[in-house]
RNA sequence: GCCGAAGUGGUGGAAUUGGCAGACGCGCCGGACUCAAAAUCCGGUGAGGUUUACCCCUCGUGUGGGUUCGAGUCCCACCUUCGGCACCA
C-alpha cells in the first residue's frame, strides 16, 4: 500500500458491504431500533445529480454512527417511479414507461452503489411495482370504505390544441409548454380525498414531533386554521348569501358584497339578475387566471355589480350591493364575503375604485387615507349595541347575538382544501373502482388486487380529456363486482403523491405479500426516528403521508399517531454559478465524475463540508480538491503513527474535545463543523510529527461515517483489529474536554484591549488586580472614572468608564 | 401577492446562542524541495493607518434606526436573493 488510491479501494468495500450484509436491518428486534429515513428518489432520465448524495450522505452518517453505537439500524431505499416525466419521455420516444423506469432505476442504482451508501438494498421497494401498489390501492379503497374519497367536479387545465390535461407546470404563461396554444380551464369530475376531516389532527399533533421550527410553521400556514362566524345575508325570500368571517365585530361596517364570479347563486338566481352577460363575460376572464394571479394584493381591483339583487345586511337590515370580483375563490370560505371597506385592505381598495361607501366603526385610525387593521388597539364606534368595547369584546358579544338570532354560527375554516386524487394518466395506479349503471361505484374486491395497467401499444392521451386508459375498452368494460351486470372501470389514475404516502411502511416489512406490513414488524420500527428532505417537500408530501398514517392509525392498521418522529432539512446544491444547476444552464456536475476522479470518499466529505446543511450552497471544484488533500493527508498518517494504548498527555484534551464536537455536529446537522475539527486534529498529528495508535484508531472511528472505505482500508492494513465498521463509538470524558487556564479578553466601554490568562475558577478580585497592572488598559482608564465592572466568569471582564 | 428562510473577507463558510468577528477549506502572495514543473511541506493573507520591529489604533457581518457595559446574534423599518403556493417531484 503507497499512495491513497480510492479506485483501488472503494469498489473493493463496497463488495465486501454487501457480500456479508454488514448494513441489512434485523427483523430479529432484541436490539433497540434506529429507522433513519430519506426522501427517496425519483428515478429521472437524467440520472443522479450532485444535488441527491447530501441528504443520502448525512443520514448515511448518523445511520453508521448509531450501528457503532449498538443499534439496529433500517437505513432503506427505493423508487418513486410514477410521474410525469417518465410518462411524456415516453411517448414521445415511443418506449413504455415501465422500460424508461427499469433503464433509469438500473443506472441511479449503480450510481447510488458507487457512493458506498448503507443503505438495506434487501429492502428496496419500488412504487411502479404491482406488488407494491397492490397495497396502494387497498389503502385507498380503505379511504373509501370510511367515505373518505368523493367525487365532485373540479377544473382542469385543458390544452385546446393539444386536447390534453396539462399538468400546472406545463402551463406557461397561460400557455401549452408543448405547443404554445391558448389553455382553458375545463370541468372534470374527480375523485378527490377529504384531508379536511384531519386538518385539526394535523395541527394538534405536529406538538408531539420534533421538526424543525420552520417546517412546523409552515405546515400551520398551509392548513390555515382561523375561528369566525358563517353569517347568512338574505337576498331574496328563501335565498341568501351565507359569509365566513373572522371579525364579525365589524358587521356594522359592511357596505356591500363580494362573490366570486363561479358562485352557483348566480344560476339559481339567473331569472332576477339583469346582467347575466356582463358577469359571465367576466366570469370567463377569471376562469384563465391562477388562484393566486387572483388574490394578488397589488394588482388592479376588477369586478361586476350584479345588478336586480340586493343582500340585507343582517345587523341593521340595510341593504347592500352585491359584486363578483375574482379576488374571492370559491375555493376558500363559502365563496363570499362581506367587504368592510374601513378595516380590510383589499376591500378599501375595491371600494375606493367602485366608489363605494366606507365605513369607519373602528376607530384608531385614518379611513380616509387606509384600512384601520390594527385588532389589538382599536374601540367599537358606528355600531349601535358594540359601541365602546374592544375588538376582541365586540367579537364575542356579535358572535353571541348573531347565534341567538339564528343568524350566524360560530365556525372553524381552514385554508386547507381536499386533495385532488385524479390524474388522467396512464402512468400512475389504476383507482380499483367499477362503475355499474345500478349498483354506482362499486370497489374492486381485494382479492383481484392488485389492479394492473393494461399492456398496451398507445398510452397517449384521448382528446376529450378522459385519461389513456378511457381507450381501451378490454380493460374498462367489465362486469359489476356485485351484481355481475356490464360495467366501467374508473380510468383515471392516482396521483404521483399516493405511493409516497405510504413508502415508509412497506420498507418495515417489504416481501410480505399477506398484508402490507406486519403488525410486529410495524410496532417495533415505527415512528421513523428521523426524516430527512427537502424544503420543497414541506407542504404536500409531508402533509399528504401524515394524513394517510393518521388516517391508518385511526383504523388500527399502524400502532403510531404520527409517521415521523423528527423532520429535518437540507439545502439545494447550486451550480458554480450560484444558479440552480439544469441542463440549460449548463452547470450540472455529473457525481460519476467527481467519483471516477477523486473516489467516492472525497465526494462524500466534500459534499458534508461544503457549507451549512440547511442551506442552498455553490459547488465549487476546488472544494473538492481541497478535500481530497485533506484524505491524502489522512492516507499518509500511516507513515507516522508509534506505538501507544492511550491518548498522549500532549493531545488528550485535543482528543476528547474531538470527540464530543464530532459526535455532537454529527447530530445536529453539523457535518461541516465536525470535519473542520477533524481536519485540526489531522494538522495537530502532524505538527507534531506523530500520531500513536490508540490516537490513530480514534481518528479512524470518527471520520467513518463521512469517509468509511479509506477509514476501513487503513483499519484492515494496520491491522488494527476485526473491521472498522465493527468497533463501537468512542466516548468522551467531560472533564477532559474543559482547560483549567483559558484567556479571557479584557474590553474597556466594550472594546478588547488586552487579554489575560487566568484559571477558570478565578474570582473578579484577582482578575481585577492584574488587570490594574497591565500597561495598555491603564492608558484607557487614565483621567476617567471606572463607573461599573462587569465580569462573565471564563467569557469576559469588561471596564465602563467615563 | 401570500407563507417560510437567508444576507459575514477575493471565495464556501465558522462564531460556545448577547461576550476576542473571520475556525476549517479554497484562492492568492512569499519561501523550501527540484535543472525545471507538478505534487508536497513551511509562512502570510478583512480594509485602512502607524512603527526599524514587537506592538498599537480606526473602520468592518445587506441598508437605516433602536435596546445594552457589550449586538453578526435582540427589537423596528427597508432592500436583495432563495423555497412553496395544491396536476413537477
Not at 533 to 553: A, I, N, P, Q, V
Not at 653 to 668: G, L
Request: aromatic share 12%.
Amino acid at each position: 500500500m503507497s499512495n491513497y488510491n480510492p479506485e483501488m479501494i472503494e469498489k473493493k468495500w463496497q463488495d465486501i458491504w454487501e457480500e456479508n450484509g454488514t448494513f441489512y436491518a434485523s427483523d430479529e428486534k432484541s436490539k433497540p431500533k434506529y429507522y433513519a429515513l430519506i426522501e427517496f428518489p425519483y428515478p429521472s432520465g437524467k440520472g443522479l445529480h450532485v444535488g441527491h448524495p447530501r441528504p443520502y450522505t448525512a443520514l448515511d452518517i448518523v445511520a453508521r454512527k448509531r450501528r457503532m453505537q449498538g443499534y439496529n439500524v433500517l437505513y432503506p431505499i427505493g423508487w418513486d417511479a410514477f410521474g410525469l416525466p417518465t410518462e411524456n419521455y415516453a411517448i414521445k420516444n415511443k418506449i413504455h414507461p415501465k422500460e424508461v423506469t427499469k433503464k433509469n432505476v438500473a443506472k441511479f442504482k449503480s450510481q447510488l452503489k458507487s457512493l458506498g451508501l448503507s443503505f438495506d438494498w434487501s429492502r428496496e421497494v419500488n412504487t411502479t411495482d404491482p406488488e407494491y401498489f397492490k397495497w396502494t390501492q387497498w389503502i385507498f379503497l380503505k379511504l373509501y370504505e370510511k367515505g373518505l374519497a368523493y367525487k365532485k367536479t373540479t377544473s382542469i387545465n385543458w390544452c385546446v390544441d393539444c386536447k390534453i390535461g396539462l399538468a400546472n407546470e406545463e402551463v406557461v404563461n397561460g400557455k401549452c409548454e408543448r405547443c404554445g396554444g391558448e389553455v382553458v380551464k375545463k370541468d372534470k369530475n374527480q375523485w378527490m380525498l377529504k384531508i379536511t376531516d384531519y386538518a385539526e389532527k394535523l395541527i394538534n399533533d405536529l406538538d408531539l414531533v420534533d421538526y424543525i421550527e420552520r417546517v412546523k410553521i409552515q405546515q400551520k400556514n398551509w392548513i390555515g386554521r382561523s375561528e369566525g362566524m358563517e353569517v347568512n345575508f338574505n337576498i331574496t325570500e328563501d335565498k341568501k348569501i351565507k359569509v365566513f368571517t373572522t371579525r364579525p365585530d365589524t358587521l356594522f361596517g359592511a357596505t356591500y358584497m363580494v362573490i366570486a364570479p363561479e358562485h352557483p347563486l348566480i344560476n339559481e338566481l339567473s331569472d332576477k339578475i339583469k346582467n347575466m352577460d356582463e358577469l359571465e363575460g367576466y366570469k370567463e376572464k377569471a376562469n384563465k387566471k391562477s388562484d393566486f394571479e387572483r388574490t394578488e394584493l397589488v394588482k388592479e381591483k376588477t369586478g361586476v355589480e350584479i345588478k336586480g339583487i340586493k343582500a340585507t345586511n343582517p345587523v341593521n337590515g340595510k341593504e347592500v350591493p352585491i359584486y363578483i370580483s375574482d379576488y374571492v375563490l370559491m375555493s376558500y370560505g363559502t365563496g363570499a364575503i362581506m367587504a368592510v371597506p374601513g378595516h380590510d385592505t383589499r376591500d378599501w381598495e375595491f371600494a375606493n375604485k367602485f366608489d363605494l361607501p366606507i365605513i369607519e366603526v373602528v376607530k384608531g385610525g385614518d379611513i380616509e387615507k387606509e384600512a384601520f387593521t390594527d385588532i389589538d388597539n382599536g374601540v367599537m364606534v358606528n355600531s349601535d349595541f358594540l359601541n365602546g368595547l374592544k375588538v376582541e369584546e365586540a367579537k364575542k358579544k356579535i358572535s353571541d347575538w348573531l347565534e341567538e338570532k339564528g343568524l350566524g354560527e360560530r365556525k372553524i375554516n381552514y385554508k386547507l382544501r381536499d386533495w385532488v386524487f385524479s390524474r388522467q394518466r396512464y402512468w400512475g395506479e389504476p383507482i380499483p373502482l367499477v362503475y355499474c349503471e345500478d349498483c354506482g361505484w362499486v370497489k374492486v374486491p381485494e382479492e383481484e388486487l392488485p389492479l394492473e395497467l393494461p399492456e398496451v401499444e398507445s398510452y397517449e392521451p384521448t382528446d376529450n380529456g378522459e385519461s389513456p386508459l378511457a381507450n381501451i375498452t378490454e380493460w374498462v368494460n367489465t362486469t359489476c363486482p356485485k351484481c355481475g351486470k356490464d360495467a366501467k372501470r374508473e380510468t383515471d389514475t392516482m396521483p404521483q403523491w399516493a405511493g409516497s404516502s405510504w413508502y415508509f411502511l412497506r420498507y418495515t416489512d417489504p416481501h410480505n405479500d399477506e398484508e402490507f406490513a406486519s403488525k410486529e414488524n410495524l410496532k417495533y420500527w415505527l415512528p421513523i426516528d428521523w426524516y430527512n428532505g427537502g424544503m420543497e417537500h414541506t407542504t404536500l408530501h409531508l402533509l399528504y403521508s401524515r394524513f394517510w398514517h393518521k388516517f391508518l392509525y385511526d383504523y388500527d392498521i399502524v400502532p403510531t399517531k404520527e409517521p415521523y418522529q423528527k423532520r429535518t432539512s437540507h439545502g439545494m446544491i447550486l451550480g458554480e454559478n450560484n444558479e440552480k444547476m439544469s441542463k440549460s444552464r449548463g452547470n450540472v456536475v455529473n457525481p460519476d465524475e467527481i467519483i471516477e476522479d477523486f473516489g467516492a470518499d472525497t465526494m462524500r466529505v466534500y459534499e458534508m463540508f461544503i457549507g451549512d446543511f440547511e442551506k442552498s450552497v455553490p459547488w465549487s471544484q476546488n472544494g473538492v480538491k481541497g478535500c481530497r488533500r485533506f484524505l491524502d493527508r489522512v492516507w499518509r498518517l500511516k507513515d507516522s503513527i508509534v506505538d501507544g494504548d492511550k491518548y498522549s498527555k500532549d493531545l488528550e484534551s485535543n482528543m476528547h474535545k474531538t470527540i464530543k464536537k464530532v459526535s455532537e455536529d454529527f447530530e445536529n446537522l453539523k457535518f461541516n463543523t465536525a470535519i473542520a475539527s477533524l481536519m485540526e486534529l489531522v494538522n495537530n498529528f502532524n505538527s507534531k510529527g506523530e500520531v500513536n495508535k490508540k490516537e490513530f484508531k480514534t481518528f479512524l472511528t470518527l471520520l467513518n461515517p463521512v469517509a468509511p472505505h479509506i477509514t476501513e482500508e487503513l483499519w484492515t492494513s494496520l491491522d488494527l483489529g476485526g473491521m472498522l465498521n465493527e468497533q463501537s463509538w468512542p466516548e468522551w470524558d467531560e472533564d477532559k474536554t474543559v482547560d483549567n487556564e483559558i484567556e479571557i479578553p479584557i474590553q474597556v466601554n466594550g472594546k478588547v484591549r488586552g487579554k489575560l490568562k487566568v484559571s477558570v475558577e478565578a474570582d473578579k478580585e484577582e482578575i481585577k488586580e492584574k488587570v490594574m497592572n497591565d500597561e495598555n488598559i491603564n492608558n484607557y482608564l487614565d483621567g476617567k472614572n471606572i463607573v461599573k465592572e462587569i465580569y462573565v466568569p471564563g467569557k469576559i471582564y469588561n471596564i465602563v468608564v467615563k
